[in-house]
């Protein structure tokens, strides 16, 4: 009989990164704000039911320095089946910052973001299944909205000065909802503070469609705020609580990596020294082979990519060798609770050739990765493209993770 085998678990193409980092100084409730009690729970505890409720996502949330471990906690109490999708990252010192913060730890294979206010504790289910409809429908962005009800003034010194034609008005809520890429780019490309995700975005170029919002989506700042959310809250029922994680199921990442020749130096690649061989061009040693392994066993952990943790602004990796890369990474999957199954690496080159050195190559990979098992193919390309023509080396790899 053929034996089980755990299905592996998708990855969501959702992420909700849950805003918690705010000190809550007008709430003053002497402590922050999303660690206030509405009833028993806090505010993130309320705010995270209304979020695993929605439809599936990998849900990151932004928490106070100090505070991270108590987020954590209401995070695991609340997730149940979801528990691997959760993380916990520190805030900024703006909530601008928060997001961003969030954003680094969204999973690279994610295409939508929603950024909620954990202060919106109350937030039906149903406004994060519009929003992300929403986007389904071809929207860069979507928030949802209530109409102005109030009649609105404009005053100058204590004097009205003119009435404001609120038809035209709308009162923005969370979640706020974009295509993850359109989100990406408007906050690499702020050089300002903005109110809101769907301000910034829409500063950036981008339209931003409006969806129904509900009245039950208000934001907890002042104490009446607070009295109003204990009056509406229903009960969360009771779960017991644990830290201890749920089984994980393997996980499966997919890494690529290219560099060009022209290089100073030896070649390096697959972690050894190819002498008379022309160096490759890079921030490192230009080692694309165990480049696109550190992407593939990071994109199966959710832990980001190589510029995450091997970017251009660490001096320390320049000029450095496959070793301390894979390393690095292996420390990083041990912290987050996985361990290497096997690692299946293809280099496109038409030279140096491979097959004299393919056991070296793998040895030496295999013992960088703890003993993980490493395999190395290569290819040609029969002369197509820049790699059959000579001008460069591309390497694909594959990585099973599986719980340690």
């Known amino acids: 009989m053929t034996p089980d085998i755990p299905p592996i678990t998708p990855v969501p193409r959702a992420a909700v990164i849950v805003v918690a980092a705010g000190s809550g100084t007008r709430l003053g409730g002497g402590s922050p704000k999303a660690f206030v009690g509405i009833d028993e729970h806090t505010i993130?505890?309320?705010?995270?039911?209304?979020?695993?409720?929605?439809?599936?996502?990998?849900?990151?949330?932004?928490?106070?320095?100090?505070?991270?471990?108590?987020?954590?906690?209401?995070?695991?109490?609340?997730?149940?089946?979801?528990?691997?999708?959760?993380?916990?990252?520190r805030g900024g010192a703006s909530r601008q910052a928060s997001v961003q913060a969030g954003l680094r730890g969204v999973w690279p294979d994610?295409?939508?973001?929603?950024?909620?206010?954990?202060?919106?504790?109350?937030?039906?289910?149903?406004?994060?299944?519009?929003?992300?409809?929403?986007?389904?429908?071809?929207?860069?962005?979507?928030?949802?909205?209530?109409?102005?009800?109030?009649?609105?003034?404009?005053?100058?010194?204590?004097?009205i000065v003119a009435a404001v034609d609120r038809s035209q008005l709308s009162a923005a809520q969370t979640p706020q909802g974009f295509r993850r890429h359109v989100l990406d780019a408007a906050y690499r490309a702020a050089r300002q503070e903005f109110t809101d995700d769907a301000a910034l975005v829409a500063e950036a170029g981008h339209p931003v469609a409006a969806v129904a919002g509900d009245d039950l989506a208000f934001k907890i700042t002042t104490p009446a705020d607070l009295d109003r959310a204990r009056g509406l809250v229903v009960p969360i029922a009771p779960r017991q609580a644990s830290l201890e994680h749920a089984p994980a199921l393997p996980r499966v990442g997919l890494g690529t990596d290219v560099h060009a020749f022209g290089g100073d130096g030896a070649l390096w690649l697959a972690g050894l020294e190819w002498p008379g061989e022309p160096a490759l061009s890079g921030h490192s040693d230009g080692d694309a082979v165990a480049h696109a392994i550190v992407d593939a066993l990071l994109s199966a952990a959710g832990l980001g990519d190589i510029g995450t943790h091997f970017g251009t602004d660490r001096p320390e990796y320049a000029a450095a060798h496959a070793e301390?890369?894979?390393?690095?990474?292996?420390?990083?999957?041990?912290?987050?609770?996985?361990?290497?199954?096997?690692?299946?690496?293809?280099?496109?080159?038409?030279?140096?050739?491979f097959s004299a050195r393919r056991a070296e190559a793998e040895a030496a990979l295999s013992a960088a990765l703890g003993g993980a098992s490493v395999t190395v193919s290569a290819t040609t390309t029969d002369g197509l493209g820049f790699t059959g023509s000579g001008e460069g080396v591309a390497a694909f790899a594959v990585a099973l993770l599986v719980p340690a």
């Not at 894979?326 to 280099?347: D, F, K, P």
């Open 44 to 89: 993130l505890r309320h705010a995270l039911r209304g979020v695993f409720a929605a439809p599936e996502a990998q849900v990151v949330i932004v928490a106070p320095e100090g505070r991270e471990g108590d987020a954590l906690t209401e995070a695991l109490e609340s997730a149940g089946a979801r528990r691997d999708l959760v993380s916990v990252v």
């Open 110 to 159: 994610v295409d939508i973001v929603l950024v909620h206010d954990a202060a919106r504790a109350l937030t039906p289910p149903e406004v994060f299944e519009r929003v992300i409809r929403a986007i389904d429908d071809g929207a860069d962005g979507a928030i949802p909205v209530l109409p102005v009800v109030d009649t609105i003034k404009r005053v100058d010194a204590g004097e």
């Open 324 to 353: 301390a890369f894979l390393a690095r990474t292996l420390a990083l999957l041990g912290e987050a609770g996985w361990r290497i199954g096997n690692v299946s690496v293809q280099v496109q080159a038409n030279r140096p050739r």
